[in-house]
């Protein structure tokens, strides 16, 4: 019996620069930089990314060497991960707007003060992880910090970061999962294309205790 050729070649990744990515409401997508560490510190303290996504508390020193890592595991094409960054004013979601999820926020939330951030400064994070080329799939990650929310992004980038891994990548299944009491990363996961296929029981644990996770996925071809 003939080997099964890879879904994907190995040096797909390796051999190009990580590109980046725009997105339609004026976001883009771009590599991690080294002085963008102070960004990664803050996002380790904010209270609905240490709750749907248990980053460890970081060093600035330890946040580089973070970044450094990412860098290096897209040249090992082990994994993919991007800063959401903000090119035009945004609005910031004040706290008397509601109680936003580390997701939620990415959708039909009430606009708040308007901020202005300097081109290309981190609002967010968002990647694929378990990147397996030969198998054809990998498991996105995603988090925004307040001043990304409100603007449809998490669910923007995800949808871009689909069509390049599918379409232009080419691989052959993505998957999300994610706590079953986190409702807007569901809405985020069934606005981007990823339908809902079952729920993995006691799956993750979080600061409250054993959760189950949904797992939503998104098939090449897909529409």
């Not at 945004?90 to 003060?113: C, E, F, Q, R, Y």
């Not at 290309?120 to 925004?144: N, T």
């Amino acid at each position: 019996m003939a080997p099964i050729p890879p879904v994907v070649p190995a040096g797909s990744m390796s051999r190009v620069p990580q590109p980046v990515l725009s997105l339609d409401n004026g976001f883009r997508l771009r590599p991690w930089r080294p002085a963008d560490a102070a960004v990664l510190v803050r996002s380790c303290s904010d209270p609905d990314i240490l709750r749907w996504n248990r980053p460890e508390p970081l060093t600035p020193d330890e946040a580089r060497e973070k970044i450094r890592r990412w860098g290096l595991r897209w040249r090992e094409e082990e994994a993919a991960v991007w800063a959401i960054t903000a090119s035009t004013p945004i609005t910031l979601i004040t706290p008397d707007a509601g109680p936003p999820t580390a997701v939620s926020a990415a959708l039909d939330l009430p606009d708040g003060d308007p901020v202005g951030l300097p081109d290309g400064d981190p609002v967010g994070l968002i990647g694929l992880a378990d990147i397996d080329l030969r198998g054809g799939s990998a498991e996105f990650l995603y988090w925004l910090l307040p001043e990304g929310r409100g603007h449809g992004t998490a669910l923007a980038a995800t949808v871009r970061v689909s069509h390049w891994a599918l379409d232009e990548l080419g691989l052959h299944r993505l998957r999300i999962t994610h706590s079953v009491a986190n409702p807007a990363s569901c809405r985020v996961a069934l606005g981007a294309g990823f339908p809902l296929e079952g729920t993995l029981r006691s799956a993750l644990l979080h600061a409250d205790g054993w959760h189950d996770e949904h797992l939503h996925a998104r098939i090449r071809g897909d529409r």
